[in-house]
């Protein structure tokens, strides 16, 4: 088992596709946390059940909705920020986290 950062390789083609709305009112974007257990890397294409953290107090299956996304141009990087993601009263322990479109088929964005 291994969690490989990485930007899923099924995300490049779909946004050569048109696939994906990264602006603001955009699709919707969540935010998964998963155990050392997790087998994450760019060949991931979609949310998994396997092996993410349990739920504990907010955190629930499926992760959390990521708000306020932006895409900027900074030189010769274009990116997308969302605003910080936070959980109260939880009780997990993450080694990494996986960054889907929930609108379009729960599909893989990155591995972090």
Known sequence: MAITQ?????FKQQLLDGVHDLDT??????LALYTSAATLSAATT????????AASGQ??????????QLTSLVAT????DFADRSWTGVT??????LLFNSTFGKTAVCVL
Not at 6 to 10: D, L, T
Not at 46 to 53: A, I, K, L, P, R
Not at 92 to 97: K, Q
């Open 6 to 10: 990485a930007v899923a390789a099924s």
């Open 25 to 30: 009112g955009g699709n919707v974007f969540k």
């Open 46 to 53: 979609s949310y998994t059940t396997g092996s993410e953290v």
């Open 59 to 68: 955190y629930v299956a499926k992760g959390g909705v990521l708000a306020s």
């Open 77 to 80: 990087t274009a990116f997308v």
């Open 92 to 97: 997990i322990t993450a080694r990494g986290a």
